[in-house]
């Protein structure tokens, strides 16, 4: 039986890919510090019926900590490894890049060191559509990377992180290019969350900008469908987007929310945020080329199956 580090796996796209890979008949080293930056007893309920899954193991342990990650390679012979663990979060990097570098590429470079001793056959790693910042639409990977953001910029070096310890130490590895993901067990300070939740409330919407602008949105199982492939996927070292290529403005993620709740927004309009990017839109021709990575859900799909999760577990976020 083949195993997997899955590095955050309590978070929201974390929990999905553990869910998958044991689906799939693999055994799962679930690794996290339930980092505070949102309650940690919803990242409980994320993995709560993994626990008894007999292939599932949840460790408890930080990144940024060598020896905890040590630890669990040498109580685990690891065979892939997904790292999916981050300080995640545009706007409140701003104000704490420091932490941001800790986690995001201190907290990298002690896997893949692990790696390193440990001779994993695929290091994939979640990087973020963040690295593009004010690059020109669409984004694609062989064009420029202009980060915003510290966070931006933390994604943007574990990425070169990853690239120098293929070179160095031959460690295949392929760094997955994130847009906006949303769905089922959502993060709670993300976009899709707090509009629907707002919306559904009749609490008021702040929109920062003008509503102009631009996400391409990636429903949760289109992104885990990415990462299985890079795991399968025969190559050395590449960067890949995923996302849907079909950007939505901002007002218009909004109506999709308004028609399904059958509620409408009150918006309230502030100004522009720092960190924050005008649009994102993935070139996702690489991914399809080289990982036959095709999205198939629609964002009115998507956010429907996000609304039924959204009313059937809100209560858990408080
Ligand atoms: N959700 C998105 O739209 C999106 C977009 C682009 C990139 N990403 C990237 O995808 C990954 C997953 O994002 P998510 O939305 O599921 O976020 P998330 O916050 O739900 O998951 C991240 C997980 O990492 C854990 N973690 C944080 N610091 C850690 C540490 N020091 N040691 C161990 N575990 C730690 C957290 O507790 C959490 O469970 C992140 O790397 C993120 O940067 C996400």
Request: hydrophobic share 40%.
């Amino acid at each position: 039986m083949e195993t997997a580090l899955v590095t955050g796996g309590a978070g929201f796209i974390g929990s999905h890919l553990c869910e998958e890979l044991l689906g799939r008949g693999m055994k799962v080293v679930c690794f996290d510090n339930f980092e505070e930056n949102y309650p940690k007893s919803v990242k409980e309920a994320n993995i709560r019926g993994l626990l008894d899954d007999k292939n599932f193991v949840l460790v408890e342990g930080d990144v940024r900590k060598k020896e905890d990650v040590s630890g669990v390679f040498r109580q685990h012979k690891i065979n892939y490894v997904f790292h999916i663990a981050a300080k995640t979060g545009v706007r409140p990097s701003v104000n704490d890049p420091v932490s941001y570098f800790g986690t995001n590429v201190n907290g990298t470079i002690n896997v893949l060191d692990a790696c390193v001793k440990s001779k994993v056959k695929k290091f994939v790693f979640a990087s973020s559509s963040s690295v593009y910042g004010s690059a020109r639409i669409p984004f694609s990977e062989s064009g420029l990377t202009v980060p915003d953001s510290p966070y931006g910029v933390s994604k943007l070096a574990a990425e070169h992180i990853c690239r120098i310890y293929h070179n160095l130490y031959g460690i295949k590895s392929v760094c997955l290019r994130f847009f906006t993901v949303y769905g089922p067990r959502g993060r709670p300070d993300m976009a899709p969350y707090i509009f629907t939740d707002r919306i559904s409330r009749q609490l008021p919407v702040r929109v920062f900008g003008d509503g102009s602008s631009m996400r391409d949105y990636t429903y949760v199982k289109d992104a885990v469908a990415g990462l299985v492939k890079a795991m399968e996927a025969d190559m050395g070292f590449e960067v890949i987007n995923i996302g849907s290529s079909k950007p939505l403005k901002l007002v218009d993620f909004i109506g999709v929310i308004e028609k399904l709740l059958g509620k409408k927004a009150d918006v309230a309009v502030e100004g522009e945020q720092p960190g924050d990017m005008k649009a994102t839109y993935a070139d996702i021709s690489k991914a399809s080329l080289l990982i036959g990575f095709k999205p198939s859900v629609s964002v009115e799909q998507g956010m429907e199956e996000f609304v039924k999760w959204y009313r059937e577990s809100s209560s858990l976020v408080v």
